[in-house]
């Protein structure tokens, strides 16, 4: 099993950055995609971003957060990332990490795995 913990949530200004990490513990963490997802009460979870599981490390991002948020991993640490700038109070939402066994998947349903999320506010 893969166990999936995030942190550093938090309260943000518009237009400031925040990062966010998830630990991951169980199996081998480089034989997974990792993903970030968002979701906001009443609404779908949202697709932000994957880093696929071989050494080119691809990534792929939902349209919302093109250009603003950044996407990596460090497999000797377990750990992905997510770099999130020039936030937006749109982009409030309880953020979860995800692990896959696809390649670069985009839908919840491709996730075998998940962590129990971190609160982001951004404030006007």
């Known amino acids: 099993q893969v166990q999936l913990v995030e942190s550093g949530g938090g309260l943000v200004q518009a237009g400031g950055s925040l990062r966010l990490s998830c630990a991951a513990s169980?199996?081998?963490?480089?034989?997974?995609?990792m993903g970030w997802f968002r979701q906001v009460p009443g609404k779908e979870r949202e697709f932000v971003a994957v880093?696929?599981?071989?050494?080119?490390?691809?990534?792929y991002y939902g349209d919302s957060v093109k250009g603003r948020f950044t996407i990596s991993r460090d497999n000797a640490r377990n750990t992905v990332y997510l770099e999130m700038n020039a936030l937006k109070p749109e982009d409030t939402a309880v953020y979860y990490c995800?692990?896959?066994?696809?390649?670069?998947?985009?839908?919840?349903?491709?996730?075998?795995?998940w962590g129990q999320g971190t609160q982001v506010t951004v404030s006007s």
């Open positions: 169980g199996r081998p963490f480089s034989w997974y995609a």
């Open positions: 995800a692990a896959s066994l696809e390649t670069i998947p985009t839908m919840t349903a491709q996730y075998a795995y």
């Open positions: 880093i696929s599981w071989n050494e080119r490390g691809s990534t």
